[in-house]
């Protein structure tokens, strides 16, 4: 659900789906069907503003999958040093959830936002501008971590299923 709930109000998508479904607005120049426009300032749009709290819970997420990575490094006997074709697709999942979790307009305005003066702030000030130059990427990154998540979703699937044989590097 909270994965879901980050990406729905994602302001990426959110730009994509205004304009297709909610038609607000429908195109340039092309009057709204709405008698009034009212934002995101009442349901059902109301919601959207819980996006900064998605990004928290994603955040646990990214942990939990980054740790699930480096788990796969181990042996099933519990020796470490294994990798195979999973481990880098782990690996490489874990790492595009983190760019794009990184890259969020919400991460931007938490680690930048609501100050006066950056020279009084000179360590935020320096992830503000990191997180900036991600952010011009944020597009990017919602689509391939998307397709990220569901090719390494199929690809364990395959490999738990037996379908598949994860082919081991060392
Ligand atoms: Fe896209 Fe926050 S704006 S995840």
Known sequence: MFPLGF???????????????WLSPPACAVAEPH????????????????HRYFWYAALVF???????AVLAFRDPDGAWGHMGLGTLVLVANAALLWLYSLSCHSCRH????????????????????????????????????????????LYVFLVASGT???????
């Open 62 to 68: 990214n942990v939990i999958l980054t740790y699930d």
């Open 110 to 153: 938490i680690v930048g936002g609501r100050l006066n003066s950056f020279s009084r702030h000179p360590m935020r000030y320096r992830y503000w501008t990191l997180v900036s130059r991600l952010n011009a990427r944020h597009p990017l990154f919602a689509w391939i971590s998307l397709f990220g998540v569901a090719l390494t979703d």
């Open 7 to 21: 990406r729905l109000t994602c302001y990426y998508y959110r730009k994509a789906y205004y304009r297709s479904f």
């Open 35 to 50: 008698r009034r426009y009212t934002g995101e300032a009442r349901l059902p749009l109301l919601g959207q503003n819980l």
């Open 164 to 170: 598949f044989a994860d082919p081991r590097f060392f």
